[in-house]
């Protein structure tokens, strides 16, 4: 696999299409940084990092949905920085996604944040992906 970033990406997309309630990606400590972003924006519901003997592990993810309309949380999930070509942002380059309500997903200097969070600590990096 040259791409575990998106493969994740790819999976979120795909059991939210099928509407499945979980889906189970393998472990990465990056995956898990982004997964906890993903948690601490309410675009999923719960997660749990699950770790077994000789593998890197596994994360399950509860997916997020309106109770009412059976809409995901996330409706838009697409990856910017691939390993053919890597997108960097400085704090005045810095993106907005959907102007403020969607979040880009940026790793740091001082570990993965969102756009807004890098915009305070004054610091870039590389985006990741665009959540809305």
Do not use: W
């Not at 499945?20 to 990092?49: C, D, M, Q, W």
């Not at 699950?50 to 309309?69: C, F, H, M, R, W």
């Not at 309500?101 to 610091?123: F, H």
Request: net charge positive; charged share 25%.
């Amino acid at each position: 696999m040259t791409d575990p970033i998106s493969d994740f990406l790819t999976r979120l997309r795909n059991a939210m299409k099928a509407k499945h309630r979980i889906v189970e990606i393998p472990a990465s400590n990056l995956k898990k940084e982004i997964t906890r972003v993903l948690y601490e924006k309410g675009y999923i519901l719960k997660y749990k990092f699950e770790d077994s003997e000789n593998k890197q592990g596994v994360i399950k993810i509860a997916l997020k949905y309106d109770p009412v309309t059976k809409a995901s949380a996330i409706r838009s999930l697409s990856r910017i920085s691939t390993p053919g070509l890597r997108r960097y942002a400085n704090v005045d380059s810095m993106p907005r996604v959907l102007n403020g309500l969607g979040v880009a997903i940026l790793t740091t200097s001082k570990g993965v944040m969102t756009d807004k969070e890098a915009r305070t600590q004054n610091v870039g990096g590389e985006v990741l992906c665009y959540v809305s």
